[in-house]
């Protein structure tokens, strides 16, 4: 059954209208000098915080949040995603690309930065909470469709050069043991940290607070610092 029409007649209308009035705001979005303030219009309109999801549904382009702080010439934003508040999507010289594909949804007070020798790519339908950090930096940061990822985590594709004792840190340079990547249907919980060379296999659960330093096989369980299998989803086989 049709929820929607389980609804009154009255209130049913005013959904519409609503949607009506949001999609209109929508579409003046490049229009030279009024575009920023029907953009604001749009984003107080449709409420607060995930109320303001609807912005992504009601046009084929992607909601682009007009309080995001977004400096990266190598953007790609599917349809339909989602960009909100205080997002910062920043690209330093000889960075690569960030791409995010169809219906992803990047939360407030996540910042995706990239650097020389590094790309972030996020799949279709991955949702990345707030207050994470993504990086790509030396080696590419990717993670694939249907990816969960609770506030806080962050994932780093490079380490810092420290063996030489005669200079500061921040002058050694950057080294990476190879990109961090996150396979399809992942769920990452709160303030996970995965470091560069990582790959969390399809289907993989990787316990809040965890530090990922090693892969992990589809379909585990891991949790702890450093994080280690301790089961799988399918009960089959047992941690290590």
């Keep these: 059954m049709n929820r929607s029409r389980s609804l009154p007649l009255t209130v049913r209308l005013r959904i519409r209208s609503r949607g009506l009035y949001l999609k209109a705001l929508l579409t003046l979005g490049d229009v030279p000098l009024v575009g920023r303030l029907a953009l604001e219009a749009a984003r107080a309109s449709a409420g607060v915080y995930k109320d303001r999801k609807i912005l992504a549904t009601l046009t084929s382009r992607p909601w682009i949040s007009p309080r995001a702080e977004i400096r990266c010439p190598n953007l790609q934003v599917g349809p339909h995603a989602f960009i909100d508040d205080r997002v910062t999507i920043y690209a330093h010289e000889g960075g690569g690309r960030v791409e995010l594909g169809a219906r992803v949804h990047i939360y407030r007070d996540t910042i995706i930065e990239i650097g020389y020798g590094g790309s972030v790519i996020i799949g279709e339908n991955t949702h990345i909470q707030?207050?994470?950090?993504?990086?790509?930096?030396?080696?590419?940061l990717i993670i694939g469709r249907d990816v969960q990822v609770a506030p806080g985590s962050a994932f780093s594709p490079y380490n810092h050069r420290f063996d030489d004792l005669s200079r500061p840190i921040r002058e050694q340079g950057l080294t990476s043991k190879g990109p961090i990547v996150i396979e399809d249907d992942v769920w990452i919980g709160l303030d996970v940290q995965v470091m560069d060379g990582v790959t969390i296999g399809r289907g993989a659960i990787v316990g809040a607070g965890s530090v990922v330093t090693r892969d992990i096989p589809p379909y585990?369980?891991?949790?702890?610092?450093p994080a280690r299998v301790i089961g799988y989803r399918d009960d089959t086989r047992t941690g290590s």
Aim: glycine residues 18%; charged residues 20%; proline residues 0%.
């Design 220 to 225: 585990a369980i891991a949790v702890g610092v």
């Design 130 to 140: 707030g207050r994470c950090n993504l990086k790509g930096f030396v080696s590419d």
